[in-house]
């Protein structure tokens, strides 16, 4: 096969969460890289709610390294901001329906555990948001909202303006003679990164079943005229202000196991979503209540719900990155970082040349 790339030392397969994360940092790490995406518009990450958040609040704990995973996002999204000039990520943290006396209990009883307190405001508030039932409030201090379209958009643009960004769909990697692995596109590189999303099989041909138990999501962008709300709030689903959109929000994400193959609308997300709505806010601010979009897509999760960033044991310079569920936006930059540095550790990549462009 015939190579007509420059060269590059590292391609990464696949621009959502995991590709732009791989790719923003490996390039601050002053590594030359090629960055290919086919622009699926119903990938995970282009319908992603965008919540960054380490708390779970529906089974009351907290992810895997919550600090750590949250501290890694914030300061690589404000490097992003900063590199593509723009505003991306929103820092309006969540705030949970606490409609009970035993869930007020529930969440103060957790925010006084000491791994929760940086997390967590310890005691729950009431509210004046014109137009939100009566309840109070309990405030995930470590959490925000990236604008995923425009973080996605930048990132291409930003290796396009490069001519480092290839558009088109890759079908097959294959190692060449010179110790490094092309694409059919006509890429070659010695590393190539694997941030498919799903479904991903030219990735489980090369690394074996990812054992996926994909989730399907439905969500609604709504017009609420006279619901008065500066952030997002979480109860059985997401309520999310749109910022620059006024009155606009999303409504989301519901889960089911059905249809993941071909991903639709359906009348019972949407019944769903408006039944949560009405249970939440006062008829006086569900007047005008109007749908503007509904959506469905994928989530990535695995069936043991463990995200894959790891190396090839035999196939030299083959990484992957997967499998990151409902918490894509949250996890990918400290995963991405530590999939690279291990990539150093393996002698899979030489040192970084910027070794401080490397977000801890
Ligand atoms: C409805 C919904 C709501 C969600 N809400 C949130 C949320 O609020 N917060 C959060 O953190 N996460 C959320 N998630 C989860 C999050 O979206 C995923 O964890 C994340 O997007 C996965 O990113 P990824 O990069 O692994 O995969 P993807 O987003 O699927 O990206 C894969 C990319 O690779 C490209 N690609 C694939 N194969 C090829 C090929 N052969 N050649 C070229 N290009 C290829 C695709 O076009 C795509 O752009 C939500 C998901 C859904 C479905």
């Known amino acids: 096969m015939e190579t007509l790339s420059p060269p590059f030392d590292l391609l990464v397969l696949g ?37 960054l958040n380490p708390i779970i609040l529906r089974r009351r704990r907290m992810v895997d390294n919550a600090l750590v995973r949250w501290e890694t996002a914030d300061a690589y999204y404000r490097k992003c901001e900063h590199l593509l000039g723009r505003p991306l990520f929103y820092r309006e943290p969540v705030a949970e329906l606490i409609t009970t006396p035993e869930i007020d209990h529930a969440w103060t009883h957790l925010a006084e555990r000491d791994a929760f307190q940086s997390l967590m405001e310890e005691r ?7 137009g939100l039932k009566s309840c109070r409030l309990g405030t995930v201090k470590a959490s925000g909202r990236l604008d995923s ?55 489980e041909s090369l690394f ?13 962008v709504v017009r609420l005229p006279y619901l008065q709300l500066d952030r997002p709030i979480h109860g059985s689903f997401f309520l999310i202000p749109l910022t620059n959109k006024p009155e606009q929000f999303l409504v989301g994400a519901t889960f089911a196991w059905d249809a993941i193959d071909s991903p639709q609308p359906t009348s019972l997300g949407r019944a769903t979503l408006i039944k949560w709505l009405e249970s939440v806010l006062t008829p006086a601010a569900l007047e005008g209540l109007e749908i503007l979009d509904q959506w469905s897509g994928v989530r990535p999760t695995r069936q043991d719900r463990e995200p894959v960033a790891r190396w090839h044991p035999e196939k030299k310079g083959l990484g992957i990155l997967n499998g990151m569920g409902s918490r894509g936006g949250l996890l990918a930059p400290s995963l991405a970082l530590g999939l690279l540095q291990e990539g150093v550790r393996q002698g899979y990549l030489p040192s ?7 977000t801890k």
């Open 15 to 51: 621009q959502g969460f995991a590709g732009s994360a791989l790719a923003l940092q490996a390039h601050w790490a002053g590594y030359r890289v090629g960055v290919v995406d086919d622009g699926q518009p119903q990938s995970a990450s282009r319908l992603s709610s965008g919540l």
């Open 124 to 130: 729950t508030t009431s509210h004046s948001y014109q």
């Open 149 to 203: 379209p425009a973080y996605l958009h930048a990132v291409r643009s930003f290796f396009e303006e490069k001519g480092q960004f290839s558009g088109e769909r890759c079908q097959h990697i294959g190692p060449a003679k010179d110790n490094t692995w092309v694409t059919d596109t006509g890429w070659s590189a010695p590393v190539v990164l694997l941030a498919q999303g799903y479904p991903a099989q030219l990735t």
């Open 208 to 220: 074996g079943s990812l054992e996926f138990l994909p989730a399907r999501g439905e969500g609604l």
């Open 352 to 358: 970084p040349l910027e070794p401080k462009g490397m």
